[in-house]
């Protein structure tokens, strides 16, 4: 998805901090196994698991390891790859949460919402593809969500043997929806999945959802200031792509793969609208400055500081080509009509084709999305998702239908692309939490009886659970 703020939430953030209020029991020190081997060598005694490093942490054993994975596994006898994992051991008394970002995995310890609610363990893992986690030579047509789902059904399988109570999988935006499809192709593995922000994207050429999403989200005064903003951006070209030509100079960005600077500059521009909802708050209007008064300078930071003139260089795409890979073979991209820049836009929405490098091959297969809206309105069994009432992801979000068991989706009010359980509103925050902690088998007897008395299990920790800053690749699917 390709919002480019300049500094984007990391999927931890997209899974959110767990409050200090409404908190419970407190989290007790890591235990060994009643075995008495120590957990890392149980660990490294899975076949094709490998340690990078420990990190210590209070209460918890941190692992950042490699898992040796088939390139296909259609065919596993063509090639392995080594696939990034990190493991924040609670207890192997404990249930599990498989958390997934849908990119790179981090390597500082970070605990998801779902594993502070349940106070368990977490199994975070690479996208394949992602760098180091790629084949080398890079067989692009072996980048699929098939493939990808079944590289997390061959670490549970590998990881189930050591931990074996309930298991959860999460994650948010693009690793919601990998939770989501993972749920879709293997069904059994997990006890429930919580994906947050996960955009829907069933046909990829219908997108009027997010067109009426951007017509009325927020308040009138705040939409008018950064449409303006956006407009006086492309009516300042020429003085403004002279600003960004030093910029690019400066920072030794190259535009290769978008094929000009003034691609790359609208593609910028064309994003600052949505990529403001996505991560702002209609308070942070206030910081908008005034199109018409604004200097040249002041309205090339603005969008700068919301959308990130570095992204579409050779050197911020770089890191994103598996995203962009998916989102034109597989899981779509909006194309967003924005009426106010009429006669303005030399590009329009650019597709996700135009920030591949060309030497990879791409084609879309329009089956695959459908495939999994279908299942998932049919047979969702204990899944939620959870959006952000000001997000433009949310404009095409999962729904569940007849036919699915105990499966739910939530809005929370207000909230932006870092929508989670804790924003929802008081009834439905504890209806989710509940729901959570009985999935994952640790729901006390009270909130049994009482799911409103349902509250995260794990004291809140700021730096285990901090947002972390960085870039993310998120507009288009």
């Not at 065919?75 to 080594?82: A, D, E, I, L, S």
């Not at 959860?168 to 693009?174: A, D, F, I, Q």
């Not at 996700?352 to 084609?363: A, E, K, L, T, Y």
């Not at 989706?409 to 932006?416: M, S």
Request: with cysteine.
């Amino acid at each position: 998805m390709r919002k480019a703020l300049r500094w984007l939430l990391s999927l931890v953030v997209l899974i959110g901090t767990v409050s200090a209020a409404g908190v419970t029991a407190g989290a007790a020190t890591a235990a060994e196994p009643a075995t008495g081997t120590d957990i890392k060598d149980r660990i490294l005694s899975v076949p094709g698991m490998s340690l990078i490093e420990e990190k210590p942490y209070p209460g918890y054993r941190f692992f950042v390891l490699n898992y040796t994975q088939p390139v296909d596994h259609r065919h596993p006898w063509r090639g392995t790859f080594k696939q990034r994992i990190t493991l924040l051991h609670k207890d192997t008394d404990r249930p599990t949460v498989f958390f997934t970002s849908g990119y790179n995995v981090s390597t500082t310890p970070r605990r998801s919402e779902p594993t502070a609610i349940i106070d368990g363990n977490q199994v975070s893992l690479e996208y394949r593809f992602f760098t180091p986690s790629r084949p080398a030579p890079a067989d692009w047509s072996k980048l699929d969500i098939w493939q990808a789902a079944s590289d997390q059904h061959r670490v549970f399988k590998a990881l189930k043997k050591i931990y074996d109570r309930n298991w959860l999988s999460t994650g948010g935006s693009k690793g919601g929806m990998t939770a989501t499809y993972y749920e879709r192709h293997y069904p059994n593995d997990m006890d429930g999945v919580v994906a947050y922000v996960a955009p829907n994207d069933v046909v990829n050429n219908e997108d009027r959802a997010y067109d009426r999403f951007l017509e009325n989200v927020g308040t009138k005064e705040c939409r008018d200031k950064l449409n303006a903003v956006q407009r006086e951006a492309l009516v300042r070209r020429e003085p403004l792509e002279a600003i960004y030509e030093k910029h690019a100079a400066d920072g030794g960005y190259t535009f290769d793969t978008v094929g000009s600077l003034d691609k790359a500059y609208e593609a910028v521009v064309l994003d600052f609208v949505w990529a403001f909802w996505q991560y702002s708050h209609v308070s942070d209007c206030e910081a908008i400055p005034a199109a018409a008064t604004a200097s040249d300078q002041e309205i090339f930071d603005t969008v700068d500081a919301i959308s990130g003139f570095s992204f579409y260089a050779d050197q911020g795409l770089a890191t994103y080509t598996p995203y962009y890979y998916q989102a034109g073979t597989e899981l779509g991209s909006p194309d967003i009509r924005q009426p106010h820049l009429n006669g303005l836009s030399r590009y329009g929405y650019q597709p996700p084709r135009n920030f591949v490098p060309r030497d990879i091959s791409m084609r879309f297969k329009p089956w695959v999305m459908k495939d999994v809206d279908t299942w998932v309105r049919h047979n969702a069994d204990r899944m939620m998702f959870v959006y952000g009432e000001n997000d433009p992801w949310g404009a095409e979000p999962f729904r569940v239908g007849k036919g699915t068991r105990d499966s739910h989706v939530y809005t929370a009010p207000g909230a932006n692309h870092g929508a989670n359980v804790a924003g929802l509103v008081a009834e439905e925050r504890a209806e989710a939490t509940a729901a959570i902690l009985r999935w994952a088998g640790v729901a006390p007897a009270a909130v049994q009886e009482d799911p409103a008395k349902a509250r995260p299990l794990a004291k809140a920790d700021t730096k285990l659970d901090k947002r972390d800053l960085e870039r993310e690749a998120m507009l288009r699917p």
